[in-house]
């Protein structure tokens, strides 16, 4: 691991791979990033699949290991906490965290492009239009197959990856001896709407926030953009009473939108045709393991796909990247260093994803219940009174990359139990002020 002419290979040139390219070129390592589609800079890639990204302290972290978070942060947005728009659009703020916690609402796009070119400015070689073929694990190699369909085969020291939800380089380690491997899709699919700036380019909602419009077995969110835009996502059934597959006609589409996002609907361009035009996409979890075989390893989405719901599906993948790179100074070869790699993130992934799925329930369901804006006002109350011992679960897992998903999940967990008991009390509405708040915190 000492040689600083390793030859590695990434597949994948999203945001993790690319990031990774930069970590190992800083190193001095000969890196090659193969990705299947046009490179992004030159050709506008589908819209409609982007989901504005909520970049916090875990990505952020790894951003300014490697000398990005000024350049990033020129195009991102800070996001205080969330607004909530009821069926009226009365307006509820719930921030995130204590005073100048934030997290930040940023293009995939854009900070792709930042990425790559970084990347290619430290020398790493990106190779576009270029499909994996098949791998072979055992000499290290890839076959990759060029626009003009001729296949090239190249054997590298070591194989990352990065190649996202549906890897290639997943699929074919699924063929290999007592590979475990699920995914499972939520009910539930998205499609892009969007909010155009308004004169002058000012928004037309309160830039400084995530905007909710929960409505229980659904909800539509708004992330800002640095032009005033916001970029809209319906989260919907694709199937029932009221679905995508209900929704047909532009006059049942208008009134849906109408009637359960007026204040939303009324600022919206051509919500109606885009939502008849835009794709809908589909929401997945993938879990397998081992993630590495020999010296090929899976990180990011292509080891831990999860849904988007509590925004740390970026930030867990560059999560990836930092303790990737904090393990190679320990390590003397890359078999070694993967499988010590997957052995301390695997319990990561799998909690940072059943949180996601956890906190989708409280997005859609919970953020507009009474009880349980009384129950994060106790907590808020805790956690000021005894700030090192009762951290809200959501201050753990955005704003403490000093903790790692799986403990945040653990503690969490004892936590809810706690608070379950507490909103039990009589009368908790009005005498939750005079609860005896050292022995709550004393439980855990």
Same mark, same amino acid.
């Given at each position: 691991?000492?040689?600083?002419?390793?030859?590695?290979?990434?597949?994948?040139?999203?945001?993790?791979?690319?990031?990774?390219?930069?970590?190992?070129?800083?190193?001095?390592?000969?890196?090659?990033?193969?990705?299947?589609?046009?490179?992004?800079?030159?050709?506008?890639?589908?819209?409609?699949?982007?989901?504005?990204?909520?970049?916090?302290?875990?990505?952020?972290?790894?951003? #300014?290991?490697?000398?990005?978070?000024?350049?990033?942060?020129?195009?991102?947005?800070?996001?205080?906490?969330?607004?909530?728009?009821?069926?009226?659009?009365?307006?509820?703020?719930?921030?995130?965290?204590?005073?100048?916690?934030?997290?930040?609402?940023?293009?995939?796009?854009?900070?792709?492009?930042?990425?790559?070119?970084?990347?290619?400015?430290?020398?790493?070689?990106?190779?576009?239009?270029?499909?994996?073929?098949?791998?072979?694990?055992?000499?290290?190699?890839?076959?990759?197959?060029?626009?003009?369909?001729?296949?090239?085969?190249?054997?590298?020291?070591?194989?990352?990856?990065?190649?996202?939800?549906?890897?290639?380089?997943?699929?074919?380690?699924?063929?290999?001896?007592? *590979?475990?491997?699920?995914?499972?899709?939520?009910?539930?699919?998205?499609?892009?709407?969007?909010?155009?700036?308004?004169?002058?380019?000012? *928004?037309?909602?309160?830039?400084?926030?995530?905007?909710?419009?929960?409505?229980?077995?659904?909800?539509?969110?708004?992330?800002?953009?640095?032009?005033?835009?916001?970029?809209?996502?319906?989260?919907?059934?694709?199937?029932?009473?009221?679905?995508?597959?209900?929704?047909?006609?532009?006059?049942?589409?208008?009134?849906?939108?109408?009637?359960?996002?007026?204040?939303?609907?009324?600022?919206?361009?051509?919500?109606? #045709?885009?939502?008849?035009?835009?794709?809908?996409?589909?929401?997945?979890?993938?879990?397998?393991?081992?993630?590495?075989?020999?010296?090929?390893?899976?990180?990011?989405?292509?080891?831990?796909?999860?849904?988007?719901?509590?925004?740390?599906?970026?930030?867990?993948?560059?999560?990836?990247?930092?303790?990737?790179?904090?393990?190679?100074?320990?390590?003397?070869?890359?078999?070694?260093?993967?499988?010590?790699?997957?052995?301390?993130?695997?319990?990561?992934?799998?909690?940072?994803?059943?949180?996601?799925?956890?906190?989708?329930?409280?997005?859609?369901?919970?953020?507009?219940?009474?009880?349980?804006?009384?129950?994060?006002?106790?907590?808020?109350?805790?956690?000021?009174?005894?700030?090192?011992?009762?951290?809200?679960?959501?201050?753990?897992?955005?704003?403490?990359?000093?903790?790692?998903?799986?403990?945040?999940?653990?503690?969490?967990?004892?936590?809810?139990?706690?608070?379950?008991?507490?909103?039990?009390?009589?009368?908790?509405?009005?005498?939750?002020?005079?609860?005896?708040?050292?022995?709550?915190?004393?439980?855990?």
């Amino acid at each position: 691991m000492a040689d600083k002419k390793q030859h590695i290979a990434i597949t994948g040139a999203g945001l993790v791979g690319s990031l990774m390219a930069i970590y190992l070129a800083q190193r001095g390592h000969r890196v090659f990033v193969f990705e299947r589609r046009p490179d992004m800079r030159k050709h506008l890639l589908d819209g409609g699949r982007s989901i504005n990204l909520a970049l916090s302290n875990r990505g952020l972290r790894a951003l #300014d290991e490697v000398g990005l978070t000024a350049e990033v942060k020129q195009n991102a947005i800070p996001m205080n906490g969330r607004i909530m728009h009821d069926p009226h659009g009365s307006l509820t703020f719930q921030p995130y965290g204590k005073e100048g916690q934030f997290i930040n609402s940023i293009s995939r796009s854009n900070l792709n492009v930042v990425l790559i070119d970084k990347a290619e400015s430290l020398g790493v070689n990106f190779n576009f239009d270029q499909k994996l073929n098949s791998v072979d694990f055992d000499l290290t190699s890839l076959a990759i197959q060029n626009r003009e369909a001729e296949i090239q085969h190249h054997t590298f020291d070591a194989i990352i990856g990065a190649d996202g939800a549906f890897s290639a380089i997943r699929g074919a380690m699924q063929s290999t001896d007592r *590979f475990d491997y699920s995914q499972d899709y939520v009910a539930h699919g998205y499609k892009e709407l969007h909010i155009p700036p308004g004169k002058e380019g000012i *928004f037309q909602l309160e830039k400084n926030a995530l905007h909710i419009w929960p409505r229980e077995s659904y909800m539509l969110i708004a992330l800002p953009n640095p032009d005033g835009s916001f970029t809209c996502t319906l989260f919907f059934p694709f199937e029932g009473p009221l679905s995508f597959n209900t929704l047909k006609t532009k006059i049942q589409i208008e009134e849906f939108l109408k009637q359960n996002f007026p204040d939303a609907y009324n600022l919206m361009a051509d919500p109606v #045709d885009l939502f008849m035009n835009v794709p809908t996409s589909s929401l997945v979890t993938v879990k397998c393991y081992p993630w590495s075989k020999n010296k090929t390893l899976l990180i990011g989405d292509a080891a831990h796909a999860m849904v988007p719901f509590y925004g740390q599906g970026m930030n867990a993948g560059f999560e990836d990247c930092y303790v990737l790179n904090q393990l190679i100074d320990q390590s003397t070869d890359w078999v070694g260093l993967f499988q010590r790699f997957q052995e301390l993130r695997k319990p990561d992934g799998d909690a940072i994803a059943q949180l996601a799925l956890d906190n989708f329930i409280e997005m859609r369901d919970l953020v507009a219940d009474s009880k349980f804006l009384l129950r994060k006002k106790i907590e808020a109350k805790l956690n000021s009174l005894f700030p090192e011992k009762w951290i809200p679960l959501y201050t753990m897992v955005t704003f403490r990359e000093d903790i790692r998903y799986s403990e945040a999940l653990a503690l969490g967990r004892r936590q809810k139990r706690i608070m379950d008991d507490v909103m039990q009390t009589n009368d908790i509405e009005n005498t939750w002020e005079y609860l005896n708040f050292e022995a709550i915190v004393n439980k855990l």
